[in-house]
C-alpha cells in the first residue's frame, strides 16, 4: 500500500510554520541561527516553500550586502522544510543534510526569497525510504531572488533521508 503524499499532521505543521509566532518559537528552538538571521516563510505547500530573508543588520556583511551564511541559511530551510514536512505522521524517519553548493549571481542588497518548488520530490523520497527500508539521497534546488524577480543564487541541497530502526531490547 502506498503511503500518502501528506499526512493530516503534516497538512497541521505546514499551517503552523506559516504563523509567525510557532515559525519563530521553532527556528529560536531548533534553528537559532536562521532565528537571528530574521527568516520567515513566506509559504509553504504541497508544491513549493518559500522564505524569506531580510536585509538588515542582522544579516548584512562589510560589503552591504546579505551575508553569505545567513543566504545559505535561508536555502537549506526553503528545502529543509519540505523534507521535515513529509516526514511528519510517518514511521520514525531521520533526515540529514549531506551537501550545500551556492553559485552567486548578484549582490543581494535586499530583502530576498528562497524558493524550492521540489517539495513533491521531498515527499517521494521520504516515502521510498519508508516503503524501502534503503537510505534515499536526493538534491532540492532553491532559488534567491530580490523583491523584483532579479536572480541572486542558486543552490543544492542534498539531503539523506532514512527509516530508523526499531531497536531490540533483550
Same mark, same amino acid.
Given at each position: 500500500m502506498a503511503l500518502p503524499r501528506l499526512t493530516s499532521q503534516a497538512k497541521k505543521q505546514m499551517k503552523d510554520l506559516q504563523s509567525r509566532l510557532k515559525f519563530s518559537l521553532y527556528l529560536l528552538g531548533n534553528l537559532p541561527g536562521a532565528w537571528f538571521f530574521g527568516c520567515r516563510v513566506k509559504?509553504? $505547500?504541497?508544491?513549493?516553500? =518559500? =522564505?524569506? !530573508? @531580510?536585509? *538588515?543588520?542582522?544579516?548584512k556583511? @562589510?560589503?552591504?550586502?546579505?551575508y553569505f551564511a545567513a543566504q545559505c541559511a535561508a /536555502?537549506?530551510? *526553503? &528545502?529543509?522544510? @519540505?523534507? #521535515? =514536512? #513529509?516526514? &511528519?505522521?510517518? /514511521? +520514525?524517519?531521520?533526515? !540529514?543534510l549531506v551537501k550545500i553548493e551556492t553559485t552567486?549571481?548578484?549582490?543581494a542588497n535586499q530583502t530576498a526569497f528562497f524558493t524550492c518548488a521540489? $517539495?513533491?520530490? /521531498?515527499?517521494?523520497?521520504? $516515502?521510498? /525510504?519508508?516503503? %524501502?527500508?534503503? @537510505?534515499? &539521497?536526493? &538534491? !532540492?534546488k532553491s532559488i534567491g531572488?530580490? #523583491?523584483?524577480g532579479n536572480l541572486l543564487s542558486e543552490t543544492l541541497v542534498a539531503w539523506s533521508v532514512k527509516k530508523? +530502526? !526499531?531497536?531490540? %531490547?533483550?
Open positions: 509559504q509553504i $505547500n504541497e508544491e513549493q516553500c =518559500v =522564505v524569506q !530573508l @531580510p536585509y *538588515s543588520w542582522f544579516s556583511n @562589510p560589503f552591504r550586502s546579505i /536555502a537549506e530551510l *526553503s &528545502t529543509g522544510l @519540505p523534507t #521535515a =514536512v #513529509a516526514i &511528519t505522521g510517518k /514511521a +520514525s524517519t531521520s533526515m !540529514l552567486f549571481h548578484k549582490k521540489e $517539495n513533491q520530490k /521531498a515527499q517521494e523520497m521520504v $516515502n521510498k /525510504a519508508i516503503e %524501502t527500508d534503503e @537510505p534515499q &539521497t536526493f &538534491t !532540492l531572488k530580490d #523583491a523584483q530508523r +530502526s !526499531l531497536k531490540s %531490547t533483550s
